[in-house]
Structure formats: structure tokens, C-alpha cells
């Protein structure tokens, strides 16, 4: 039974309790938007960005965290060839009880992207301005819903365009993007002069503002990438297998580079996007590393011993390489990466070197359309076999001597 206490403080607590402000109800499913209004919010939306049109941008009004029509001077700047949203989800209340909707954002720029870029996104609605009843659905705000996020997401794009390239960076880095386009420009001519103009022969490049944005752009933690100057990438959300076709900087490692160091990295991330159409999943990372480094340093003047100076010291030290570089060596975080990318040079620099840079490009093409049936090694002798005249042992060999004689002396 309950005492009298007992029934006082229950009257007490139920007194307290009713001159609290009510608690924001949970939207009923005729407050939520329908599917047919949440496609045709998001349709508007996406007319909007595309078109850089602030006014025709369906957004609500000045609550806390509303977007405003920021979005479309985020992305003013990027030439766009198709935007929109896709498979967005039906309405569900979000952490605020506001109606919430996932979907992917389908992104390309014009002229550079085969495939669109896709990014994960979550989107917050709201009911606009208007009568009682019939106030339209507006988005308040945007936001990454995981994975790679766009350019935009890091801050306003500033755009400069070249001969050959577009270069896109969000405001305040330290590299602007004007500063790429003539690196940017020599690199597309110099990787044609080696491969020939069978590739698009343009380069879009993405400068965000630091490290931990070019991280973002790629979903990676930012320590594992922090050494590397610049990366290729296919678009995010690509199909798997998707040649990498954009070269995307990261601002802090790139402005530790000399001017020489400038121009090899982005003519190396070049040789990159040219080779796409032959590089498949099993032609060795040795191989693509190489080649792409040789074609960045062929006209530069520099020695074998300045190129590779970690390997010299290695060599100096009696320690020589045994085999080929693998994937592991070269993969980002890697012990002796620097060695492994010069081995990797000093390895196609050699066959072009001897047996001249035609056949060279031959081989990598050669490996490329082998396709993926035979075992690694195997389908690597009979390419080299086919286009140098010697096997996989023959040529590891050469190669080792060729290192000891280059950065020994020996």
C-alpha cells in the first residue's frame, strides 16, 4: 500500500514534471515527407548544384546548423557534367526528431570523369515557409554519411584550368591551384613524349587544404599516407577495377618538395592515369611504379645514385636486393619503401636503357593484356620473354648487377 509520504512525493515529482516544457514529439508518419516528395526535393537539389543556381537551391531557414545556400558557393567554381542523388532512403527521424534521408551523391566533372564519383550523404529536412498544411519539405543541412567525402566538403573550391589540366583546391592552401597547372601541364607533355597520345592526355588534380582533408578525400587514416606527396585515385565509389583517373595532393608533404621533386611526383602521378587503360589488377606494382618514375625522372639529368640515394646507401653497406620489389614493399607505410621505389626505377630504367624505351612501354602493355589465368611469375617471364628476348631469372639477375655496377661503382 502506498504511504502518505509516499503518494506526496509521487504528487510532488508528477507537479515537477508538468512544469517542464513538453518534449518534442516523435514525427508522426504524416509529418514525415512521402517518397515521392523526398525524390522530388532531392531532384531540385541537385538541379541546383549542378547549375550553381543559389536561388533555385531548396534549403530551410535559419535554424541552428541550417546550410543556407552555402553548398552551391562550395562547389560554384567546379565544372560539372551530371549530379544528382540516388536510391535515397525512405524518411526516418534523426537525432533531432527531424526527418532524416540517406542516399549517394553521384558526381561528374566535365570533361575529366568516365565514372561518376559517388559519396554517401545524409540529409536533414524541414518544413519551409508557407501556409499551415502546405509548407514544402527544404533540406536544413548535408553531410558525409561515411566513406570519401567530396572536395567541397573541406571548404570552397577555387579552380585554375590549363592547357592539359583542371585543378581544383579548396581556399586557403598552401598550394594554390594556379601553382599546379603549369607542373600539371609540363607533366601531361612529358608523359606523352613517352607513351604517345593515345590517353586523354589531361590531368585533374585535387589540392585539398591539409593532410588530414587529402586523408578524407580518400577514407584513410591520415598517418599511413603521411610521407606521400600526391596519390592517383579512380573516383570515389568506382567500380571495382576502375583505372585511377584523378591525382589528388596532399598540401603538407608536396610543399616539403623541392621544385624538381614538384614536377617528378605530379608527372609520376601522370604516367598514372595514361597507363590506366593497360594497367590491370595483376601487372606487378614494380612494374607500374616503375615505369611511372622513369618517365618522370627520363629528362631530368639526374644519376642513378641521385635518384636513388637510400638504395646507395645500401649498396655502400653490402646490401643488395634478391628479388623484385612485391605489393608489400611498396605499400604505403612500408618499412624500405623509398628503396623499393628505387628498385623499382632502377628496374624499367635498365630495360629502357638497353633495350630502348619502346620496348619497355611494349612489356608493360604486353602484361596488362596477358590477363589473369597464369601464375604471377609465370605470366611475367612469358612477357618478358615475348618483348626483351629473356626470362624472369635472366632478368633479375641484370637487374642486381646492374644496381651493384650504377651505385657501387663495382
Known amino acids: 500500500m502506498l504511504s502518505r509520504r509516499g503518494a506526496l512525493l509521487l504528487a510532488a515529482g508528477a507537479l515537477t514534471q508538468l512544469s517542464l516544457p513538453p518534449a518534442t514529439p516523435v514525427p508522426r508518419a504524416a509529418q514525415a515527407p512521402t517518397p515521392g516528395e523526398v525524390a522530388a526535393l532531392l531532384a531540385a537539389r541537385a538541379g541546383a548544384l549542378r547549375t550553381h543556381d543559389a536561388a533555385a537551391l531548396p534549403v530551410g531557414g535559419a535554424t541552428a546548423g541550417a546550410e543556407g545556400s552555402e553548398p552551391v558557393a562550395r562547389i560554384a567554381a567546379v565544372p560539372l557534367a551530371a549530379l544528382e542523388y540516388r536510391t535515397p532512403t525512405r524518411a526516418a527521424p534523426g537525432p533531432d526528431r527531424r526527418p532524416v534521408v540517406d542516399a549517394v551523391l553521384a558526381v561528374r566533372v566535365e570533361g575529366y570523369d568516365d565514372h561518376p564519383a559517388l559519396f554517401s550523404r545524409r540529409i536533414t529536412l524541414i518544413r519551409g515557409a508557407g501556409p499551415r498544411g502546405a509548407r514544402p519539405w527544404r533540406v536544413e543541412r548535408e553531410e558525409a554519411a561515411g566513406g570519401a567525402v567530396p572536395l567541397w566538403d573541406l571548404g570552397t573550391v577555387e579552380a585554375a584550368a590549363g592547357t592539359h589540366c583542371l585543378v581544383l583546391g579548396t581556399a586557403g592552401a598552401a598550394t594554390a591551384p594556379a601553382a599546379l597547372v603549369p607542373v600539371a601541364d609540363r607533366a601531361v607533355a612529358a608523359v606523352s613524349a613517352a607513351w604517345g597520345t593515345g590517353w586523354a592526355g589531361r590531368l585533374l588534380l585535387e ?158 602493355r604486353a602484361v596488362g593484356a596477358a590477363g589473369a589465368g597464369a601464375a604471377p611469375e609465370r605470366r611475367l617471364d612469358l612477357a618478358l620473354r615475348a618483348t626483351l628476348g629473356t626470362g624472369l631469372a635472366d632478368f633479375t639477375a641484370l637487374w642486381i648487377a646492374e644496381t651493384r655496377r650504377q651505385l657501387a661503382g663495382g
Not at 258 to 272: D, F, K, N, P, W
Open 207 to 364: 589540392v585539398p587544404a591539409t593532410e588530414d582533408g587529402f586523408a578524407r578525400l580518400l577514407d584513410v587514416p591520415p598517418a599511413d599516407w603521411a610521407g606521400m606527396a600526391a596519390v592517383t585515385s579512380a573516383a570515389a565509389g568506382a567500380p571495382a577495377g576502375t583505372p585511377a583517373d584523378r591525382v589528388l595532393i596532399n598540401p603538407e608533404a608536396y610543399q616539403r618538395l623541392s621544385e624538381l621533386g614538384r614536377q617528378v611526383v605530379v608527372t609520376h602521378e601522370a604516367t598514372h592515369v595514361a597507363t590506366r587503360a593497360d594497367t590491370r589488377p595483376w601487372t606487378p606494382l614494380w612494374l607500374s611504379e616503375g615505369v611511372a618514375d622513369w618517365t618522370a625522372y627520363r629528362e631530368t639529368g639526374r644519376t642513378a645514385r641521385q635518384i636513388a640515394p637510400e638504395l646507395t646507401r645500401d649498396v655502400a653497406a653490402g646490401r643488395l636486393p634478391t628479388a623484385l620489389p612485391t605489393a608489400a614493399d611498396l605499400a604505403p607505410g612500408a618499412k624500405d619503401i623509398a628503396q623499393a621505389y628505387e628498385l623499382s626505377w632502377l628496374a624499367c630504367e635498365l630495360i629502357a636503357r638497353r633495350y630502348g624505351p619502346e620496348r619497355l612501354v611494349g612489356l608493360y
